[in-house]
């Protein structure tokens, strides 16, 4: 969720040291996907996170994904 405001990444992130690599954030076109799938987050009573796994766990054929953390609250966040 910390890349999906319209005005680009936070300090201290990776989008941030590198926006090259996630160009596609600087497109408002995207964010709007985004603020319907944090709609829908919030009205299940999850953060974007957990529904997006949720969602994501969801799909048949799916049976694990591949997550990256960089700080310890981020994997506690995952673990939940």
Do not use: C, F, N
Request: glycine residues 12%; charged residues 20%.
């Amino acid at each position: 969720g910390k890349y999906t405001g319209p005005d680009g990444p936070p300090a201290g992130t990776r989008g941030a040291e590198k926006p090259d690599w996630i160009p596609l954030l600087q497109d408002p076109s995207v964010h709007r996907p985004i603020q319907a799938l944090a709609a829908q987050a919030s009205a299940a009573g999850r953060s974007l996170l957990e529904h997006t796994l949720r969602t994501t766990l969801g799909v048949p054929g799916i049976v694990s994904v591949i997550l990256g953390v960089a700080r310890e609250d981020q994997l506690r966040a995952l673990l939940r």
